[in-house]
Nanobody, 130 residues
Framework: QVQLVESGGGLVQPGGSLRLSCTAS????????VGWFRQAPGKEREGVSY???????YYAESVKGRFTISRDFAKNTVTLQMNSLKPEDTGAYYC????????????????????????WGQGTQVSVSS
């Protein structure tokens, strides 16, 4: 089991930027795909972005061109750079890890569904408001 901790959330004005980090402990993240999800009050959880490798990533249409996901294997961390933030980006953001050797597929540029992840972080709040 890998323990995940999110950080970097906060309050920002529309058009601003935040950088979320998902740091793992307990095990290396190397064999895991990592997804970022968000949930706004009264709404269902949605997949925002996913990464297996630098050439295997996914972005929801609502964040394409504004968010960038990356991973640092040496630091056991996955980062979500969020630019040009909008009020509709507000929500609790969670990272989650899926063990790819068990899954049998790295995702192929698609979002791995939430029910397939093995471990979840506690979340970090992002609020975009003027």
């Amino acid at each position: 089991q890998v323990q995940l901790v999110e950080s970097g959330g906060g309050l920002v004005q529309p058009g601003g930027s935040l950088r979320l980090s998902c740091t793992a402990s307990g095990l290396t993240l190397d064999p895991y795909g990592v997804g970022w999800f968000r949930q706004a009050p009264g709404k269902e959880r949605e997949g925002v972005s996913y990464i297996a490798s630098s050439t295997n990533t996914y972005y929801a249409e609502s964040v394409k061109g504004r968010f960038t996901i990356s991973r640092d294997f040496a630091k056991n961390t996955v980062t979500l750079q969020m630019n040009s933030l909008k009020p509709e980006d507000t929500g609790a953001y969670y990272c989650a890890a899926v063990y790819l050797p068990r899954r049998g597929s790295t995702g192929g540029g698609k979002m791995v569904p939430g029910n397939e992840y093995d471990d979840w972080g506690q979340g970090t709040q992002v609020s975009v408001s003027s």
